[in-house]
């Protein structure tokens, strides 16, 4: 490590956001709706049991297989980079979410209000590891809308968790989902100090 | 900087996959390299004799992350972060800082609003 390093080059370079949701529901549209790059793959291998990535201290007998992420970037400054991760939607996969959501600014998760079920499990994994995320209805053309408060009393949302609806193929909708994660993220972080300091 | 884990990677581990190869069948990298992490080019650093996929490594992984180096060399993620580690120690890379778990609240708060004001503009 440098010896002589400035503040500048303390400060963060890059972050990340998580996209998660239940297959199919638009997290690589939503990603590539703002991504500056054509959203990009990455893999991991993964023993069948699911214990853990890139273990390969396993009888040879064990199968491999590789688990896709797809993720995008936004140049936010000279000095800062965005990267949004879609997580892998299979629930053996997610082991995976916690390498993904080490040091995440929040997660977006993803809702398709025709197949609710599907976004228990991620708002359980978040909740669960304290990690800030909003609910994104995802609009297709066509689909029944519901009122926000209806939508957020079928998933048992936590009262202060943000809820919006937006069509994930649109830039600035996408954007604007970001800022809110990103404002969420930034309000519990200074109520949490203001709890700490009393 | 040193892993909890490194003792593990003296021991004999059955090569099932052709990618670990390229690591000489460790797994494990030796400096922790989150998925965002952005790596630099060490200025003045002499290149010493690389393997094929170290050197394809350092060729793409100036001013990008672990996850666009892995992606854009098509080797999984646990490959790329072995090598890359090995690039850090031979001092050829550097890594630029991200939030872990040792990042203060003041660095956390500094860095979510660096980044919504980014978004705002974007």
Redesign the interface.
């Known amino acids: 490590?440098?010896f002589e390093t400035t503040k500048a080059?303390?400060?963060?370079?890059?972050?990340?956001i998580v996209i998660a949701g239940g297959f199919g529901v638009g997290k690589s549209t939503l990603v590539g709706a703002?991504s500056e790059i054509d959203p990009?793959?990455?893999?991991?291998?993964v023993t069948n049991e699911s214990e853990g990535?890139?273990?390969?201290?396993?009888v040879?007998t064990?199968a491999?297989t590789?688990v896709a992420?797809d993720?995008g970037?936004?140049t936010?400054?000279e000095d800062?980079?965005?990267?949004l991760?879609g997580t892998p939607g299979q629930r053996r996969f997610w082991f995976m979410w916690d390498?993904?959501c080490?040091?995440?600014?929040g997660a977006i998760v993803l809702v398709d209000v025709a197949r609710l079920d599907e976004s228990f499990s991620p708002l359980d994994y978040f909740e669960s590891k304290g990690i800030p995320f909003i609910v994104a209805v995802n609009e297709f053309d066509g689909v029944p809308r519901y009122p926000a408060e209806e939508i957020a009393a079928a998933l048992a949302l936590p009262a202060d968790v943000p809820i919006i609806s937006l069509d994930a193929r649109d830039r600035e909708q996408a954007?604007g989902a970001?800022?809110k994660i990103?404002?969420y993220?930034?309000m519990r972080?200074?109520e949490?100090?203001t709890v700490n300091a009393n | 900087m040193t892993p909890p884990h490194e003792p593990e990677d003296e021991g004999y581990r059955p090569r099932l996959i052709r990618s670990y190869t390229l690591t000489a069948g460790r797994t494990a990298a030796k400096v922790e390299l989150a998925m965002e992490a952005t790596l630099r080019l060490q200025a003045g650093a002499e290149a010493p004799v690389l393997s094929p996929s170290a050197a394809q490594v350092l060729e793409v992984c100036d001013r990008r992350s672990v996850a666009e180096v892995s992606a854009l060399t098509k080797m999984p993620i646990g490959v790329t972060r072995v090598l890359l580690g090995d690039l850090i120690e031979q001092g050829l890379v550097r890594i630029q800082a991200t939030i872990n778990d040792s990042t203060s609240t003041d660095e956390r708060l500094e860095l979510i609003e660096r980044t919504l004001r980014g978004l705002r503009n974007y």
């Open positions: 490590m440098d080059q303390r400060a963060a370079a890059s972050t990340k703002v990009l793959r990455t893999e991991a291998l990535v890139d273990d390969l201290a396993a040879p064990k491999t590789t992420m993720f970037r936004l936010l400054a800062l980079v965005l990267y991760f390498d993904l080490r040091g995440a600014i954007k970001l800022v990103t404002e993220a930034l972080l200074r949490s100090l």
